[in-house]
């Protein structure tokens, strides 16, 4: 079968290693499954942003591990906006 070549690039908030293979795996099967091609096809590349240079929900992002802190340190209106969004933190 022959196909395009399906890029993904990802900006994510920098991360061990670990983590990001697991991501890029999980992400070319997810892909390679629901376009119906061979994972040959699939090429994912992932770009770290280091929290303190990244914003939602109008505020500074924390360090890995620190999500639930800093969700509760954000003020009552922010927190049911950002938990309206479906955000899990």
Partial sequence: ???AHLF???TIRARDLEIKQQLVQQLMASIAEAAMINKRYVWVYLADLPPELMIEFGHVLPQPGQEAAWAAGLDEADRAYMQGAD???
């Fill in 1 to 3: 079968m022959q196909a």
């Fill in 8 to 10: 993904v690039h990802g």
């Fill in 87 to 89: 955000f899990q933190a």
